[in-house]
C-alpha cells in the first residue's frame, strides 16, 4: 500500500513546483470528488452536506465539509503550500564578462545552499497577463517544464578551503546561469511563450527556482523517498488525502493549506492572516449560526498543525534530544517546545495520540536538545486568529530545507489513516 501512496505523493509533487502549482493541483482534485469551488468576492450559499473550497492568492487553499446532521464542532488540518527557494528579482537579467546572461535572484525562506548548486533546474510561478481585448489582467500558471539554469560551483583549484567552511553570498554565489551572451534580453520572452502571451502583456510576475531531478525511492528495501518540497506538501498531500476518505458525519471537516510559512506567515494569505477565520465565520453566517454558535463550535474544535519534523541523522546522533528520538518510518511525529514554538500541550497532545491509537498507526515524539534553538511552524501563529486545542505534529525527514529531502515510504501512509480518522 505505501509503495502505491509513494508513487501518488511523486505525482502530486511533481504536478506542484510551486505553491501556486500546489493549490492549482489540489483544486482539480477537489472538483473532480464535486467539491464547489466559492469565491472570496462572492455571496456564499451553502448547505448541510455540502463540500466547498476556496483559495486566496492562488497560493492557499480551504477545502470544508458540512455534515448533514447537527454540527460538532470543527475538525481541522492544516499545512502550508510553501518551500525555501529563490525568487526572481524584477528585471533579472545580468550580463557577466560578456560572455553569460545570469539571473538575478533572492533568497525565499532559510535554505541549505550548498545542494542548489551543479544541478538541472528551471523556473515557475505566475504571471499577470493583460488581455489584450479587454484590458483585463489574469493570472496565468507558468512551469518552464526543462532544464534551464543551473548554479555552478567554483571549482576546487580556485578556492581549496571551500570543504573547511564557506559562507555562501545570496547576492554573489547563488545566481543562476541562464544562457550565453546570444540569451541576452530573452527572458522574459521565455516566461511568456510557457503563459502563451506576448512580453509587452506580462505586467508582473510570482517566480521561483525549482530543482528538476526527480523523485527516487531507494534504499536496500526501497524504504526511502527522496525528492523537492517533502517540506510541506508531504503533509498537504497526506491531509487532502485523508480529508476525501474520512466520513465527515459529526464535524465541519476542514482541510486547510496555508501560503508562506517558511517567511514567517505574516501575509495575507499566511497562517497569520484572517483566512481560516474568515472562512469559518462565513460558512457559519450562510448557514444561519450565530456568532455565539460559532464560538461554541470552536471551544469544541480541534486542529492538527502539520509541518515535517527532523529525524535522527545518522551521522549527527547527537544533533537530537537524549530520550526523545524520530526515525523515517517510524510514524508521525508528536511535536513539543516549552517557549511554545509548537503549540501542543498536555490536553492535545492526548487528543491527538488517541486519533492515532484509533487510526493504528505509531507515533513518535519530538523535542529540540535544550541547548539548541529549533524552527517554529504555523500552529500558534494560526491560533492567534482562531484559537482551538492545537497539536503541531510532522513526518519525519533528513535534509530538511535541500532541494532534495528525504523520508520514509511508510509515513505518508500513517498520516494520511490519522487525518481519516481526525475527518470522521
Known amino acids: 500500500m505505501h509503495n502505491e501512496i509513494s508513487k501518488q505523493l511523486i505525482e502530486f509533487i511533481k504536478k506542484s513546483p510551486t505553491c501556486f502549482h500546489a493549490v492549482q493541483t489540489m483544486s482539480d482534485l477537489l472538483i ?32 470544508f465539509t458540512i455534515p448533514e446532521q447537527e454540527m460538532k464542532g470543527m475538525r481541522i488540518m492544516a499545512s502550508h503550500s510553501d518551500s525555501p ?15 553569460y546572461i545570469k539571473l538575478n535572484v533572492e533568497k525565499y525562506g532559510g535554505m541549505l545552499c550548498a ?15 493583460r488581455d489584450p481585448e479587454t484590458g483585463t489582467l489574469r493570472t496565468v500558471l507558468v512551469n518552464v517544464d526543462r532544464d534551464l539554469v543551473m548554479i555552478p560551483n567554483l571549482a576546487i583549484h580556485m578556492n ?19 544562457g550565453d551572451i546570444t540569451a541576452k534580453d530573452s527572458f522574459m520572452k521565455t516566461i511568456a511563450d510557457a503563459a502563451g502571451a506576448a512580453p509587452d502583456d506580462i505586467l508582473g510576475h510570482d517566480l521561483f527556482l525549482y530543482n528538476r531531478q526527480k523523485a527516487s525511492i531507494w534504499g536496500a528495501s526501497e524504504e526511502f523517498l527522496s525528492s523537492a518540497r517533502l517540506d510541506d506538501l508531504q503533509c498537504a498531500f497526506s491531509s487532502l488525502k485523508g480529508f476525501l476518505a474520512g466520513e465527515k458525519k459529526e464535524y465541519m471537516a476542514v482541510h486547510c493549506v496555508l501560503d508562506n510559512e517558511e517567511v514567517g506567515s505574516g501575509t495575507k494569505q499566511g497562517a497569520a492572516s484572517t483566512f481560516l477565520y474568515d472562512t469559518l465565520t462565513r460558512a457559519h453566517d450562510s448557514l ?3 456568532r455565539e ?25 547527537e544533533k537530537m534530544d537524549p530520550v526523545n528520538r524520530t526515525y523515517l518510518n517510524g510514524g508521525i511525529v508528536l511535536k513539543f517546545n516549552a517557549n511554545q514554538k509548537y503549540c501542543t500541550d498536555g490536553v492535545s497532545a492526548a487528543m491527538f495520540r488517541d486519533i492515532c491509537q484509533k487510526a493504528g498507526v505509531p507515533v ?5 536538545r535544550s541547548d539548541m534553538m529549533g524552527g517554529s511552524t504555523l500552529g500558534n501563529i494560526s491560533n ?19 532541494p532534495y529531502e528525504t523520508v520514509g515510504v511508510r509515513d505518508t501512509e500513517y498520516l494520511i489513516r490519522a487525518a481519516e480518522v481526525l475527518f470522521c
Do not use: C
Open 364 to 368: 513518535q515524539t519530538f523535542t529540540n
Open 115 to 129: 545542494p542548489w548548486f551543479d544541478r538541472p533546474l528551471s523556473i515557475a510561478g505566475r504571471v499577470i497577463v
Open 32 to 63: 473532480e470528488e464535486g467539491f464547489t469551488e466559492l469565491k472570496e468576492n462572492e455571496k456564499w450559499k451553502l448547505e448541510k452536506g455540502g463540500k466547498y473550497f476556496v483559495t486566496r492568492n492562488g497560493s492557499s487553499l480551504i477545502a
Open 293 to 317: 454558535d460559532y464560538l461554541i463550535h470552536l471551544a469544541d474544535s480541534f486542529m492538527v498543525s502539520s509541518d515535517n519534523a527532523h529525524a535522527v541523522h545518522p551521522n549527527y546522533p
Open 384 to 402: 492567534t486568529q482562531v484559537a482551538l486545542n492545537t497539536a503541531d505534529i510532522g513526518l519525519p525527514q533528513l535534509a530538511m530545507h535541500s
Open 288 to 290: 444561519g449560526l450565530s
Open 85 to 99: 527557494s529563490f525568487k526572481i528579482k524584477e528585471n533579472p537579467e545580468m550580463e557577466a564578462e560578456g560572455h
Open 160 to 178: 581549496r578551503e571551500v570543504n573547511d567552511g564557506y559562507k555562501y553570498n545570496a547576492q554573489k554565489d547563488m545566481l543562476p546561469l541562464y
